[in-house]
T-cell receptor, first 119, second 116 residues
């Protein structure tokens, strides 16, 4: 049973450097979400994809952040010119959304997260 | 902002049932109630969700009041490994391809401590 995987699990970088995280969703899941979690807070939504299309972005996603899902499978989240305020756990989740016309729901399954520390 | 209210912390004795309440008085007709939990330094783990009816799975039971303004997550026989932060989330049903409103909005949750 392969769940959502994220790589790396931990990343320490110096302020001003660029970092890239990878997320591999559950096989055949068509939606992929990115969240950020700072200490003592619940996760906060950043962005999500349906297949390769990026459908929604939070205002938390500044222009230093970019996310891609080029072939509708794995996704990358890049942070350019990191700042100390970017230190957080970055979480990825995936789900299988139906294609019916009616409203429904999809359950998101989370990966273990990537903990970023910016020095 | 989160649309739910939960107590910040609760204690439960090992082997007893843990009943975690959640208020969602402004819930709309097409919004689901989801429960996740997060054990320290791990990603959130899905527990259960429901719309109107009570739900049960291998992990827990979800009791939703008839007016849907509150719900209770029940862990029937709590163990030490159930110590975690439990999040109650109200989420609109997502539409088909091309729709938005897909994200989960987490509050601070309830820190459940299961004690021996």
């Amino acid at each position: 049973d392969t769940g959502v995987s994220q790589d790396p699990r931990h990343k320490i970088t110096k302020r001003g450097q660029n970092v890239t995280f990878r997320c591999d969703p559950i096989s055949e899941h068509n939606r992929l979400y990115w969240y950020r979690q700072t200490l003592g807070q619940g996760p906060e939504f950043l962005t999500y994809f349906q297949n390769e299309a990026q459908l929604e972005k939070s205002r938390l996603l500044s222009d230093r952040f970019s996310a891609e899902r080029p072939k509708g499978s794995f996704s990358t989240l890049e942070i350019q010119r990191t700042e100390q305020g970017d230190s957080a756990m970055y979480l990825c989740a995936s789900s299988l959304a139906g294609l019916a016309e009616t409203s429904s729901t999809d359950t998101q399954y989370f990966g273990p997260g990537t903990r970023l520390t910016v020095l | 902002d989160a649309k739910t209210t939960q107590p910040p912390s609760m204690d439960c004795a090992e082997g007893r049932a843990a009943n975690l309440p959640c208020n969602h008085s402004t819930i709309s007709g097409n919004e689901y109630v989801y429960w996740y939990r997060q054990i320290h330094s791990q990603g959130p783990q899905y527990i259960i969700h429901g719309l109107k009816n009570n739900e049960t799975n291998e992990m827990a039971s979800l009791i939703i009041t008839e007016d849907r303004k509150s719900s209770t997550l029940i862990l029937p026989h709590a163990t030490l490994r159930d110590t975690a932060v439990y999040y109650c989330i109200v989420r609109v049903g997502v539409r088909n391809y091309g729709g938005s409103q897909g994200n989960l909005i987490f509050g601070k949750g309830t820190k459940l401590s299961v004690k021996p």
